[in-house]
Structure formats: C-alpha cells, structure tokens
C-alpha cells in the first residue's frame, strides 16, 4: 500500500512539472491557448469564407542579393514581388554604368511589440428562450439569426494601409498560429450542436462571439532607390522614418460562446 501510495506521488509530481513546463513553454512561444468556449465553425458555416493564405514572398536570387545591400531590413512582399519581376543583365558597356533609379517610397518592414487576443470582440448572435413556464429543462442550442460581417483594420492612417496590413497579418499569423483575416461572415444560418439547458421558471441566453486579434507595433518607411555603379548593384533607403501602428483582425470562422440564465429579462 505505502509503495502504491509513493508511485502515485510520483506520478503526480511528473504531471504538475510537465504542466507546467508545457504552459511555460505556450506563453513563452507567445501562442495564446484557445478557451474550451471557442468553436470553430468553419464546417457549419453557411457562408465559405476564403481560405486566408499568405505565404512569405520567395526573393529571386537577384532581389536577395540587393535586399543583403540595404542597410535597412526589407520585408515587404510587394516591394520583393516588384524586386523579383526585375531583370537586370550585364553587359560589356557597363563598366563604366551609373545610374540612380528611384523606386518610390515604401513601408519596408513591420516589428511586433504586443500581440493579444480578444475573444469576445463582436457579439454576432442572441439565442434566447423563456422557460419560466416550463416543467422541465429546456435545450437550445446555437443558431445564427441572420450574416453577419465583422471586420477589422488598422488604428490609424497610413500611408500604403495595404503593404502595412499585409505585414502586419503575416506576423500575427506567425505568432498566433491562428486562422487570421481582416474581414470574415458568419453566414445566416449557421448551426453547432453542441446543447445548452435552461431550467423551469428561467431565461436562458447564448451569446455568441466573433474573437479578434489585437496587433501592435512599428512599421518602418524609407525612400527606396537602385543603384547601379558599372557592375555592383545596390538598395540604398533614404528619409527613414517610423510610425507606431496597430490593428484588429478578426478570427476567421471560430465562435467565442457565453450561456447564462436568469430569473428576469436582460
């Protein structure tokens, strides 16, 4: 009995340490833990969002060996995709070659300080039910009334709001590991099975709740030019400048869910 008692300590040692490392180690990687109360939806859902898929842009060999001249980091996957459309062949006059071109002024990179998720951002749906004349339990489950838009967006004017969101979408993708967008519908509708149970003489209320993604940070700007020196190439960034910026973007096609019941109306 005292050995049996001495190997479930020590079990249960191994499994609060591990616990605990396993927790350390999610907030450590800064993946927020998804609460029980979330569903995804993205089954149900009457209205098939797009799949959101933004991968990190591949630079060309040549635009890789100009970006490894800036003295200021470049990320921006328009400015690389414009990189990699270029061609640039040497030839025997260009020896002697300079040339300065300007490639007009871009927001170059973006650099996470906070990401947190709210995951009750935008309350879509009310289902209620008055059993304060019933006998017995009554069951209700989810079903949305009517579509629903929730959008997100940037906290404030910037100049190229779409090069800035786009970035700033691929890093909270990275952080989060969740199925961000900056708009997503929840289609009319839409059903989860999953029962809630309203006791006789009480209204019962499931809320339902479209989760969001709060990104902040700084996204850095610069004046970009090409320049070309017989055969050395090279990006050279002028007027550097930067701009705290933040956003919302929404989670797409997961649901944040609250149930209570009560004696009176809400």
Not at 18 to 35: F, I, L, N
Not at 56 to 78: A, G, H, R, W
Not at 100 to 124: C, H, K
């Amino acid at each position: 009995m005292k050995i049996k008692w001495i190997v479930m300590m020590m079990l249960l040692s191994f499994l609060t340490f591990q616990s605990t490392a396993d927790a350390a180690k999610a907030k450590q990687e800064g993946k927020p833990k998804v609460p029980s109360s979330v569903l995804n939806i993205g089954k149900e859902n009457t209205y098939p969002n797009p799949t959101q898929d933004l991968p990190y842009l591949q630079p060309s060999d040549l635009t890789q060996e100009l970006i490894e001249t800036s003295e200021v980091e470049i990320e921006n996957p328009n400015l690389i995709r414009m990189l990699n459309e270029s061609t640039m062949n040497k030839t025997p006059f260009s020896i002697g070659l300079r040339a300065t071109i300007y490639l007009g002024e871009w927001p170059l990179n973006y650099e996470s300080s906070e990401t947190a998720t709210n995951w009750e951002y935008q309350r879509v749906n009310t289902n209620f039910y008055d059993n304060r004349g019933g006998k017995g339990n009554y069951q209700i489950h989810y079903v949305q009334e009517s579509q629903k838009v929730i959008k997100g967006g940037l906290t404030a004017k910037v100049s190229k709001a779409d090069d800035v969101k786009k970035m700033m979408l691929l890093s909270a993708m990275e952080k989060t590991a969740l199925p961000l967008s900056f708009q997503t519908i929840v289609g009319a509708g839409t059903k989860k099975d999953q029962v809630y149970h309203i006791p006789s003489k009480r209204l019962g209320y499931l809320y339902s709740y479209a989760p969001a993604v709060n990104e902040k940070g700084k996204v850095t700007y610069g004046e970009v030019y090409l320049m070309m020196k017989g055969t050395k190439k090279m990006i050279v960034v002028k007027n550097i400048t930067s701009q705290g910026i933040g956003a919302w973007i929404p989670v797409q096609d997961h649901l944040s869910f609250g149930f209570l019941t009560s004696e009176q109306p809400r």
